[in-house]
């Protein structure tokens, strides 16, 4: 499994960092949805990692349902920070899930 994940991060040039975000710059944060704030179609607000507000503007009822079954599930979110004032909160304009895994009881 962790020579997947070493080959992900090569393929795309990825790396695992720590450090302070600037208001303003984009970046891929890797987290998953703790909560479901808000579920407006056009004005979704999520929860990330339990302490970022991501917004989201998706139209579609079916895409914001796929987002709810996919909560807690690892992901990467691109979003561009928009504050640090009280906690971060960000515009989420891409969100890449991982294979949908598979169990068998």
């Given amino acids: 499994m962790e020579n997947k994940e070493q080959n992900f991060f090569e393929k795309f040039g990825l790396e695992v960092t720590t450090g302070e975000v600037e208001v ?3 970046y891929p944060i890797y987290g998953m949805i703790t909560k479901m704030l808000d579920e407006t179609p056009g004005k979704v607000i999520v929860e990330i990692n339990f ?3 991501a ?3 998706i139209p579609e009822r ?3 349902e796929l987002l709810k079954q996919r909560a ?3 992901g990467i979110f691109v979003s561009t920070i928009t504050s640090k004032e009280g906690g971060i909160a960000v515009d989420c304009t ?3 899930f991982g294979k949908k895994q598979a169990f068998q009881a």
Avoid: C, H, L, Y
């Fill in 72 to 74: 807690f599930e690892p």
């Fill in 55 to 57: 917004n989201m503007s």
């Fill in 24 to 26: 303003g710059q984009t």
């Fill in 94 to 96: 891409t969100v890449v």
């Fill in 51 to 53: 302490s970022i507000k």
């Fill in 62 to 64: 079916d895409k914001i």
